[in-house]
């Protein structure tokens, strides 16, 4: 370049989201000795879903980015609803999305002791003390949006008092839900959450992990900033609805000897059409029997995505392509559709398998005679290489690539027209059977010898359809479960009055074809395998399947409806 030329503009540097603006200005300004260190805390109440993904991808991502930590911890306070099932399946879903931990797994139970005489410093500081109003007493005077609450009149109990009914509380004393412990904070406050909260409840249930050591459990919002502290977080990444509870985080930090400050900053949440992110819902869906279990391919769970055949870098994917907002949006599930398509063609292997298999008896073959073929495994991977595919006389194609009575610019098989039959021959259709009812039995056709492979006719005549096919002798039974979108609406709990969200579930939403018959080559493959069955969809095996008898699971057809919708703005 010459000295006179002007100097080649550089790309500018990808925009950061917000929050990695706060994480930068932090750093540069010193703030937690430079160090970034975030947390995932799951309630083990449910399993995961797609939304959790987002914060996932969002917590471990930019620990990553800046060279941080993240710990997994899981918020168990409330040992009425959790399960070591679900601390199990939260494990593996983290593991399965492509992130780690190391030995940096806690539980807000590691903390109960401390977090218990963090209590009872709070009590000795007069900013705590024990209620008796029951829960409907508390809620009348706990005020409205517009109208300030009334203090609890146990409010000015003496400190010495309020120490021996914690005490008490703790010693199980009293019944369930008699008494709570309560920060003293302001009832007059504009924020419902700081009119002196709920710091610990009576509840009597076996814990998964400390048994019947406590009788008491502290609540999330205290228990929260409490755990963040006690680990070092820097940054406590939380969505939306925990905004206006920042208050009150803030003034557990700043009320206790807390060895850390955390800041916790807010982003909205994963919405996307079609899917209910409710674990309360999820749950009411599996024990009501509307879907086999948590991890049915219907769920929006991370074990149901990961069952139907969704790979981890294609959500992880989708979860960069919508990026980190700060107001609520709702994102078209066709987006993250197109995202496991982009992935899976790039690296899903290609087999034919036909749904709705039609027998094709080919007359001029020799009978007896096996041909095997050479087809490509994926046209998008060089490195996938070719598979060799049996041919025989009898080969079954899908009954929708034949017409008796072949509309307009129908360009596959129908009586006295040619098609490709892929990697292989040009055939033609010359005659059919029918049963008594005039059901299309079997189609009777000829092949052109010449035309292996894709070769063009030695005639120059033009062959416009191309159709998949299974050599009948060497098919693979299979079942194939077509899964569509479990709702019918994109708001599934947009519901009329008096109607629960179960109206919107999509009657379709799963059809299970035993017909099927797939090429010799998908026999024994592992559950979790994917591949795409050409000209049909994506689809994965399936953990029910068994030495005889293949089980396949449809993650998502070929069609791809986000570009459209680009399309049109």
């Known amino acids: 370049m010459a000295a006179s030329d002007p100097p080649v503009p550089s790309s500018p540097a990808p925009s950061l989201d917000f929050i990695r603006q706060i994480v930068d200005a932090d750093r540069s300004s010193g703030a937690h000795q430079g160090r970034v260190h975030t947390r995932f805390p799951p309630e083990p109440n449910g399993y995961l879903h797609i939304g959790h993904a987002k914060s996932i991808c969002l917590n471990f991502g930019v620990a990553q980015e800046y060279g941080g930590l993240c710990n997994l911890r899981y918020d168990d306070t409330n040992p009425a609803k959790e399960d070591v099932e679900y601390v199990d399946a939260i494990r593996d879903d983290v593991r399965w999305l492509g992130f780690s931990w190391d030995d940096r797994e806690f539980y807000a139970s590691d903390y109960f002791e401390q977090l218990y005489q963090y209590a009872e410093m709070l009590i000795r500081d007069g900013l705590a003390f024990v209620d008796d109003q029951n829960a409907d007493e508390m809620r009348t005077t706990r005020g409205t949006l517009t109208e300030p609450g009334t203090n609890s009149p146990y409010r000015d109990r003496s400190v010495d008092e309020n120490l021996d009914l914690f005490r008490r509380m703790r010693a199980g004393e009293f019944a369930d839900g008699s008494r709570v412990l309560r920060a003293k904070i302001d009832m007059a406050s504009p924020n419902i959450n700081m009119r002196d909260p709920v710091l610990y409840r009576i509840r009597r249930a076996t814990h998964h992990r400390t048994g019947d050591t406590w009788c008491i459990y502290p609540m999330y919002d205290y228990a929260h900033p409490l755990s963040d502290a006690l680990e070092g977080i820097t940054h406590s990444l939380c969505t939306l609805e925990f905004e206006d509870h920042r208050p009150f ?321």
């Open 249 to 569: 985080y803030n003034w557990c930090i700043e009320h206790l000897p807390a060895p850390s400050q955390p800041q916790q900053i807010e982003f909205a949440r994963l919405n996307l059409t079609y899917t209910l992110m409710s674990k309360r819902k999820l749950l009411k869906l599996v024990q009501d029997g509307v879907v086999s279990g948590w991890n049915d391919p219907r769920m929006p769970t991370l074990a149901g995505i990961r069952r139907r055949g969704v790979p981890a870098a294609a959500l992880r994917d989708f979860c960069d392509r919508i990026g980190v907002a700060k107001k609520e949006n709702v994102i078209d599930v066709a987006l993250l559709e197109h995202c496991v398509r982009e992935d899976l063609n790039r690296h899903a292997r290609r087999v034919m398998a036909v749904l709705d298999p039609v027998k094709v008896v080919i007359e001029n073959y020799p009978a007896g005679q096996v041909e095997t073929l050479e087809a490509v495994n994926n046209p998008e991977d060089p490195a996938a290489g070719v598979r060799q595919v049996p041919f025989s006389r009898e080969i079954y194609i899908d009954r929708d690539d034949f017409r008796e009575d072949p509309p307009k610019k129908y360009f596959r098989l129908s009586p006295g027209a040619e098609v490709r039959l892929r990697w292989a021959y040009i055939i033609r259709c010359t005659s059919v059977v029918k049963d008594a009812d005039g059901t299309i039995t079997e189609i009777r056709c000829t092949y052109d010898e010449a035309t292996g492979r894709s070769s063009t006719p030695a005639d120059g005549r033009k062959v416009k359809g191309t159709i998949h096919w299974v050599s009948a002798p060497h098919a693979i039974d299979v079942e194939a479960r077509l899964y569509d979108r479990l709702f019918t609406t994109e708001d599934p709990e947009a519901v009329p009055e008096g109607k629960d969200f179960v109206v919107n579930l999509n009657p379709a939403s799963l059809e299970v074809v035993t017909a099927c018959k797939a090429e010799p080559s998908v026999a024994g493959l592992p559950a979790g395998t994917t591949m795409q069955f050409e000209r049909t969809g994506y689809f994965c095996v399936d953990p029910d399947s068994t030495s005889s008898r293949l089980v396949v699971n449809r993650t998502v057809g070929l069609r791809d409806t986000w570009a459209k919708l680009e399309a049109r703005g």
